[in-house]
């Protein structure tokens, strides 16, 4: 076939313009996305920015008012959730509690099945190989109220997936859960999805989860896309200030031209790793991780003295807010490991020096 006609692959699940409103509200502003066969995709945003519609969309569960929904080829637009094929973890767990976890995670396959006593046999084999790849064998006899939160939403994963479902949709499904449980269930779900290769789209507020869960990110606010991109992209390379903000701690410095590679913010004279447009003021984004502590007589390239303001002791690292005439509306934040730290004491009042290395002075786009 001659190579003009040749027709690209599509994406396994398209979203096309989706658009949806509840008066004069626009939930969804013509989405764009794109999924890929197996990929984990984490929607991640504020709330009500969009993402929980979306994802209900995409289920059949919010009916958008205008745009297209396209899964392996096939147009799902304005077909009814039972006839799309994916399974669902919701944040409230949503099991059935007069149900025990054996008829809980078979409840799916009952509905689905024709000649019930001929399946029993297959439903049960089923329902066991699910609990066993959720950790939780021998468990079918237990009710609900039994069981601990993470096992709750255990048991509803196990039943998102006994169907076999072609996606899998997660709603918020941590955010119920404390703090350790959540460390590990996250980890759980995303061995467990890589393990299975299963299509994956899931709902979260929580950048740390997002980060560390996901293929790619999709970044809402106000019902729109503001950034598509993995983690390491999304986080090192902000698309706009929204972005950077939301995305982890960060520090804006806007600053006028200098020289060739330098800029001046406020009394910082700094050197800059591109070329500097002599003509415009610039902005550039920097991680409060990437600020180094230096010893205070150093005198080495881009360093320069700051007083704490702040100082707050976080465990495994510590967060310093500090006034280093930068000429911004905000202090900087820099974040310093306690090993990095040895001890060194730190306190409202105290002086460093401080530096930002050239490599992490990040451009940032025009103010929009």
Known sequence: MDALFTRLPMAHLEIKQLTKRYGNFVALDHIDLAVEEGEFVVLLGPSG????????????????????????????????????????????????????????????????????????QGITQRVEEMLELV???????????????????????????????????????????DAIERVRLRSEIRGLQTRLGVTTIMVTHDQEEALAMADRIVVMKNGQVQQVGQPQEIYRSPGNDFVA??????????ATPAGAQHIRAGDLLL??????????????????????LHN?????????????????FLGPYSLV????????????????????????PIHPG??????????HLRPMPAAA
């Open 49 to 120: 920015c969009g993402k929980t519609t979306l994802l209900r969309a995409i289920a059949g569960l919010e009916l958008q008012d205008s745009g297209q929904i396209v899964h392996a080829g096939r147009d799902i637009s304005r077909l009814s959730p039972a006839r799309r094929d994916y399974g669902i973890v919701f944040q409230s767990y949503a099991l059935f509690p007069n149900l025990n976890v054996g008829a809980n995670v078979a409840y799916g396959l009952n509905s689905r099945t024709g000649d019930r006593r001929a399946a029993r």
């Open 135 to 177: 950790g939780l064998p021998g468990t079918e006899s237990k009710f609900p109220a039994q069981l601990s939160g993470g096992q709750q939403q255990r048991v509803a994963l196990a039943r998102a997936l006994a169907t076999s479902p072609d996606l899998l949709l997660l709603d918020e499904p941590l955010s119920a859960l």
């Open 245 to 254: 903000d939301f995305i982890g701690r960060g520090n804006l410095i806007e």
């Open 271 to 292: 050197r800059c790793r591109i070329e500097i447009d002599q003509n415009r003021k610039h902005r550039f984004y920097v991680r409060p991780e990437d600020i180094r």
């Open 296 to 312: 205070i007589l150093d005198d080495c390239e881009n360093s320069f003295t700051a007083q704490v303001l702040k100082y707050e």
């Open 321 to 344: 807010t500090l006034d280093a005439k930068t000429g911004q509306s905000r202090p900087l934040v820099a974040q310093f490991s306690s090993n990095y730290l040895d001890g060194r």
């Open 350 to 359: 105290s002086i460093l020096r401080i530096g930002i290395p050239a490599e």
